[in-house]
């Protein structure tokens, strides 16, 4: 989700509710928008789509994991908070960078929105460090100031949450939610930190390449554990989603996650619940 400017001012506020009505009323229903009253499974096969360059997508996916088709949208059973509490703690993991207090229920929630920060480099090809702590680009007190989103998770694997899960005030996230069209509760918006790169094949300004693979064994670990608290507080696994599917339909559609492994995700978060006894 790329990086959206807070307006100070009665008439810059004004004229950026304009511009966000705008954006709400230019929505057309573009064939492959997916069915939000589906069935959950069949939700997520739509909603985790490949994204590629410049915001195309690819075809709805056949299926999921045995587990996953077996636990979307189901209640959490067979995993306790208390059995995850441990299991944090024996990684060193504190809730309060998962998205807040496992204590406070998420009656309303429904969808777990992965996003990637897109943050656009001005160099030729990847630093060698991107993965990297000391890297800028990971530095998270930075990023918990920007209050667009839940959670933000960096290429070291670490995490840090900028708005509560159980906030009354959550992130717009998406273009979906900024124009109300599900209430804003019911998403879990997580930002997961990916440098990019122009496309210098186009003449128009972008963002479009991203390192492959997009996300690293760390930084999808620690997603399935936001991914499990967010869901064990909810009282029923959430329907995992990209950004840019929610968003089509409307103008500008962002264009992430960029080569997001799902397969290396849906592993972690079964090897997670499955010490809860939930996934063998």
Avoid at 9 to 23: E, K, N, W
Avoid at 79 to 101: H, K, N, V
Wanted: glycine residues 8%.
């Amino acid at each position: 989700m790329k990086q959206m400017l807070l307006s100070i001012g009665l008439t810059i506020s004004f004229a950026s509710a304009v511009s966000a009505q705008g954006v709400c009323n230019r929505f057309r229903a573009e064939p492959g928008r997916c069915d939000l009253n589906a069935a959950p499974v069949e939700q997520a096969k739509c909603l985790l789509r490949p994204v590629k360059k410049f915001g195309h997508l690819g075809e709805p996916l056949r299926g999921l994991t045995p587990q996953f088709e077996y636990i979307i949208g189901q209640p959490v059973f067979g995993i306790a908070i208390e059995q995850f509490r441990i299991l944090l703690d024996s990684q060193g993991i504190s809730e309060a960078d998962l998205g807040g207090s496992l204590s406070a229920p998420l009656p309303n929630a429904k969808y777990f929105v992965i996003h990637d920060t897109s943050d656009l480099l001005e160099a030729s090809e990847f630093p060698a460090d991107i993965n990297s702590k000391s890297s800028s680009l990971n530095d998270l007190s930075r990023r918990v100031t920007q209050k667009v989103a839940h959670v933000y998770i960096n290429r070291a694997g670490q995490s840090v949450t900028a708005v509560a899960f159980e906030s009354a005030t959550p992130p717009s996230g998406t273009k979906l939610g900024l124009c109300n069209r599900v209430p804003r509760t019911a998403f879990i918006h997580v930002e997961n930190i990916q440098a990019r790169l122009r496309d210098r094949s186009v003449r128009f300004r972008n963002d479009a390449l991203a390192p492959e693979p997009g996300f690293t064994r760390n930084q999808i670990e620690r997603l399935a554990f936001v991914y499990v608290a967010a869901s064990l507080r909810a009282g029923k696994w959430l329907i995992p989603a990209y950004h840019s599917p929610l968003d089509l339909g409307f103008p500008d559609r962002h264009d992430d996650p960029q080569n997001f492994n799902l397969e290396s995700w849906f592993e972690n978060v079964s090897a997670i619940i499955g010490v809860g006894g939930q996934i063998h």
